[in-house]
């Protein structure tokens, strides 16, 4: 960890996590003796010609089960290792490893011991062949020109929102493109295919000649022989007692946007049930039952039967021509609550059917407080119980969501139709009425200027500050989070700012904002994702200048008032700089982005309590914070490109089971999920994170 700010809470920090010697966590391995196997366990040792191998992978990939089913582990630091508890099938067992290119695919079967000959890359620029998509895209050189440095890589960073930069299928121009006068035309062309065409070529547009020139430099010099000269570590001590379990889930040209395995707040709920993603691209609801090792749907139908489908292409992709993606729902960001339903965002309607309590003139309370005219997503959920989908019209645009304490569900908007609002649905509101009005909210973000402690006449946020009122701001809000302590929402999305808003005993009259920017003269931006631990840290990835940052709100000296605009409270703050091992040359940029924060309150994961855990994207990286080891590295190496987890849900399926009974499980899958290694037909991953005591714990 880095750039602690404050004694008081780095105290906290540090009392966040338990000790490492847990019960059934962390330990050091056994350095002597055979592998020990169980019938269910493979396991053996990886020698090259150089001897043992250690901190390499291994992994045994199975399509005998209902859906193809992968397990990884690492060895330790004799080469030794164990895949444990694998389900009965005949699997292909194969070893990678940083310096090694992979070791021939071995069949075998649970309760055998295998061997692996490992094999060291014959050169350079063949183990670089293995290296994740963040190392390569650190050979990507920003060329002088209108925009700074900054700007560019801010813009690359924004692709990498949808995709994995650096993999062998992005690095090269495919040949299925055609045939170019300059590889700056085949950049060109190529951003516009596919069903997001449009999107892509207007963020390469907006770099302006340096963004196509510096792409086609890229590709050029990598055509040209040019690879990674730096190779990414190996995993070490703790690191090595990572188990990865993955299941197929999903559509060869889909995307399942993130997952939901248990509820947030009692991580019991759905034990030993179905983990379930939503899929914007084919409206589906995807599940994985991971004791079956089975996978399915869910079609989300619109309430609107005129909604319109979105997915028209600009060009041909290279891949799927002229097929298109023809989605309406476009559901995505799963939340389950304490019955095991599962709660989305999901469009239902056409955006100019918002319904009139919503608008201005209407007798609504919020609406009168502060309408909504318009609004593009709204809500819903399944229920396991009986295979149904509800929807519910809701004013406010819905993006990520998050449960408080008292079952009120609360969503993001993030500039996407109805903006600057928190929007909530009571959750118990509507399973007593079911009526859509009267089971939601919604407030903006106004600050308490005039110190008096509610919310009366306020300026809006085109207008200066006045003392003597209230002042209303504009902020984004694509990811809330609960505070498990207070039940007050914090949101980010925008810049250097988190904002809290409180929602009181009589919203909307009651709701009051408060403000809070990363300090003056710190390299701090780009907000994204917030989670509160359980003690109310509230923990934020800062995505632009590769930061994680806690914020400690019993430290502010000054919460309202003319002075409470963002900069009041910086002894609040701590910031911890993000470590994968690649950034863009002669920076201290990294070439992967985090996503979304999160927090494992509940040691699925086996590194302890209120554990933050981050996704960096476009590398093959999740990263958790603990105050004993500082950043630990959960790398995923197989597939290449594959390790774009958008969120993290933890479940314990028997406390009584020690590391086997629990576990952090993510989604991993870009936009486009065949430029993964595997190519065309690759499905996505529900992903389940383990830590065992050692690398040999069965």
């Known amino acids: 960890m880095t750039t602690q700010t404050g004694k008081r809470t780095r105290g ?31 396991g053996g040792v990886v020698k090259s010609a150089k001897g043992p191998e250690a901190g390499v992978w291994v992994i045994a990939e199975t399509s005998d089960l209902p859906t193809k089913f992968a397990r990884i582990v690492v060895t330790d630091d004799q080469g030794r290792y164990v895949l444990p508890d694998l389900p009965k099938a005949t699997y292909d067992v194969w070893a990678r490893g940083y310096g090694l290119v992979d070791s021939k695919h071995v069949k075998a079967v649970p309760g055998k011991t295998l061997d692996l000959a490992a094999v060291v890359a014959p050169s350079p620029s063949a183990a670089a062949d293995y290296y994740p998509p963040d190392y390569w895209l650190a050979l990507l050189k920003v060329p002088p020109g209108k925009l700074s440095e900054r700007e560019v890589i801010n813009g690359v960073k924004g692709c990498m929102v949808c995709h994995a930069l650096g993999t ?11 045939r170019f006068p300059s590889s700056v035309d085949a950049w060109t062309r190529r951003v516009r295919s596919g069903p997001n065409g449009a999107a892509m070529a207007a963020a390469l547009g907006r770099l302006g000649p340096q963004g196509a020139a510096m792409f086609a430099d890229w590709s050029d010099r990598i055509a040209g022989g040019e690879y990674p000269k730096s190779a990414p570590a190996r995993p ?7 188990v990865i379990s993955m299941w197929d889930w999903g559509h060869a040209n889909g995307f399942v946007h993130d997952e939901s395995a248990s509820d947030k707040r009692d991580a019991t709920v759905n034990a030993n049930g179905p983990v379930f993603g939503p899929s914007a691209s084919h409206d589906m609801i995807y599940w994985v039952d991971p004791v079956k090792n089975a996978a399915g749907s869910i079609k989300v139908v619109p309430r609107d039967a005129d909604l319109q489908p979105t997915g028209a292409i600009t060009a041909a992709s290279p891949y799927w021509g002229d097929e298109t993606l023809k989605t309406s729902t476009q559901p995505r960001s799963a939340q389950m609550d304490k019955t095991g339903r599962v709660w989305i965002s999901a469009k239902i309607r056409q955006n100019e059917k918002q319904p009139e309590f919503c608008k201005p003139g209407s007798a609504n309370a919020f609406a009168k407080y502060f309408p909504l005219a318009r609004g593009s997503k709204q809500a819903g959920y399944y229920d396991q119980k ?15 969501n998050d449960f408080a304490p008292d079952d009120t569900l609360y969503f993001g908007s993030a500039n996407n139709g109805a903006t600057d609002v928190v929007g909530w649905i009571d959750t118990r509101a509507f399973d007593k009425t ?9 407030c903006p973000a106004v600050l308490d200027t005039n110190g008096d402690g509610k919310i009366t006449e306020w300026t809006e946020p085109d207008q200066p500050v006045d003392p003597k009122k209230d002042h209303r701001i504009k902020f984004d809000c694509y990811s809330p989070g609960a505070n498990p302590v207070d039940g007050a929402i914090w949101c980010t999305g925008s810049g250097r700012q988190v904002v809290r808003l409180e929602r009181g005993s009589s919203p909307p009259q009651t709701c009051k904002a408060e403000v809070y920017e990363a300090p003056a003269g710190k390299m701090i931006d780009g907000s994204r994702g917030v989670e509160v631990d359980g003690k109310g840290l509230v923990w934020v990835n800062f995505n632009l200048t590769d930061h994680v940052g806690s914020f400690d709100r019993s430290k502010c000296k000054v919460l309202n008032g003319p002075t409470a605009t963002g900069q009041q409270c910086p002894e609040g703050w701590t910031f911890h700089e993000t470590k994968t091992g690649a950034t863009f040359p002669g920076t201290p940029f990294q070439t992967d982005r985090t996503y979304l924060m999160n927090v494992d309150r509940h040691n699925t994961l086996g590194l302890g309590k209120d554990v933050p855990v981050t996704h960096a994207i476009n590398s093959d990286a999740v990263l ?21 987890a958008r969120s993290s849900h933890g479940r314990i399926d028997d406390p009584n089971a020690g590391w086997k009974g629990r576990g952090l499980w ?17 499905l996505g991953k529900a992903v389940k994170f383990q830590f065992r005591p050692s690398p040999l714990a069965k």
């Open 434 to 442: 079911h009526n859509d009005e009267t089971s939601q909210g919604w």
């Open 666 to 682: 993510m989604n991993v899958a870009t936009y486009a999920i065949w430029h993964q290694e595997t190519g065309k037909g690759t």
């Open 386 to 400: 009986t295979k149904q989908v509800t929807l519910i019209d809701t004013c406010f645009t819905t993006d990520h």
């Open 12 to 42: 906290v920090l540090a009392a966040i996590v338990i000790s490492c010697a847990l019960s059934w966590g962390v330990s050091t391995q056994d350095r002597t003796g055979p592998v020990a196997l169980d019938a269910d366990d493979i």
């Open 236 to 242: 070490k001590g703790v690191e090595r007692n990572l």
């Open 168 to 178: 062998k299928a992005t690095r090269e121009i495919p040949e299925s493109l055609g």
């Open 624 to 644: 958790a914070f603990t105050p004993e080891l500082g950043q630990v590295t959960l790398r995923v190496p197989y597939p290449i490109g594959s390790m774009f």
